[in-house]
């Protein structure tokens, strides 16, 4: 857990000087993943945050494979391998005593490949400072103490009234809004938009970071004794690596609502065979009710919902954080092109058609594995499940109107156009190197294979596919690969190409 207020975010910043393109609301993973995007394309984005300073727990503390590699497109994952580690293995205590280790997930053979292939683990606090200090070295600017108090659109741009914790206001100028201010988002409210979903009798639960005497850091460990869990597991405890930090969790009743330090030390010893007194420090701590809910549209003019402001979940799984930081993959180059390469605004309807499906797809799968929890039941195959479930490399947007796929007589297992491009070696002239290391960047890809490729505008990248695994794997034609690595077009007729990269603003 951050101790130096520097690194805790406690910098409030200045008021942002100058035009603004894009205004962030919410400095959490969502938005500080959209800012960091939208800087590396040039376009002018500030980041206001009701808090005095960036969220201090540990809450989102799983990295998927996928949101990994949008992490490492945004520049920040060698600081996110440096501060984190591998999943620990789980360890089982009854009646004070170990009682064996297990995994709870495992690598599904049949997933595709990826740099990136198990989750990593790293307190959500820690994500968040690197992806500010990322944002700040791109040119973005973050503004604490400092909320929406509210919105008017035209049809040229947002009017933001921002007030300040001295009690002062004023009023940005913006032509786009993305709010990315969490599940109480007040840009929701302001839009008036209604999240529909339902409880759906989940229980409530604490969840806290903890200091704490008598446990190794080499395992996760899970006590299974209260014998109302009934098998999902009554209290677990994870380390979090590069601290002296637990991440507490366990299942709660209607009681937790008033936690106090003293409540989670009292709880922890109820429920395990430590003492209170080894619990030398209560860091954050927080009462939390599950439930399943979706924006009823992610877009209103020129305002957009990302994240938990879109969609809310309980977090069976590790997935909150994760699907929140691919929405603003999403979304970050979508707004870039209509801002900086002058693409139709009905470009960004693409957003809401594809995050919003898979969002509906991730709350199912999160209550799902909310309610089966953790147990050691059903062993290996059981564990590469959750793997297979929870990886996000297997997300398509093959019904979206930006996928176009024009190649015939496909077989049932290709790869069309829609899905996530496969990281697979590619050869160079230097040798063979991961297709998405050689895509890295803002930029738009065409890949080649087995045809001449055409001229393309300087915006978009060109790579010539040799014969190898990866030209096997996408057969012959010309793929225009989006800067989120999900392949827009493929085809096999070159005269396809212009009309694509018109409709996504790239002309020269």
Known sequence: MPTDPQHAGARRGAPVQGAVDVLVVGAGPTGLALACDLAR??????????????????????????????LDDLGVMDALRAAGGPFPPMQTWRDGRRDGTWRLLEQDPGAPVSRFPEPWLVPQWRTQEILRDRLLALGGTVEHGTRLASLHQTDRHVLAELAHDDGSRRTLTVPYLVGCDGGRSTVRDALGIAMKGEDGGLHPAVVADVRIRGLD???????????????????????????????LNARADDEGRDLTPEAVRQLIA???HLPADAVTDVLW???YE????????????????????????PPGGGQGLNISVQDAYNLGWKLGQVLRHHAPDALLDSYEAERRPAAAHVLELSSRLYRTGRSPEGGSEKARDRGRLTHLLSVHYR????STETRERLAGTAVRAGDRVPDLPCGTEDGPRRLLE???????????????PPRVPSAVVTIRVPDGELAEALGAGLFLVRPDGHIGLATQDPGH?????AKVGLTD
């Open 438 to 452: 050689l895509m890295r960047g803002p930029h738009f890809t065409l890949l080649a294979v087995g045809r001449t």
């Open 290 to 313: 599950p439930r399943t809910a979706l924006a009823e549209r992610f877009r209103d003019g020129r305002v957009f919902l990302a994240g938990d402001a879109a969609h809310a979940h």
């Open 399 to 402: 019904d979206s109107a930006l």
């Open 285 to 287: 701590h927080s009462y």
């Open 41 to 70: 394309r040039g376009v002018r984005t500030h980041v206001v945050e009701a808090g005095e300073r960036l969220f201090g727990g540990s809450r989102g503390k799983s990295l998927q494979p996928r949101t990994q590699e949008a």
């Open 217 to 247: 850091r080499d395992h996760w460990h899970i006590w299974l004794d209260d014998p109302d869990a009934r098998g999902v597991g009554s209290l677990l405890l994870c380390p979090l690596p590069g601290t002296d930090d637990f991440q």
């Open 497 to 501: 190409l212009d009309r694509y990269l």
């Open 270 to 272: 109820t429920r395990t």
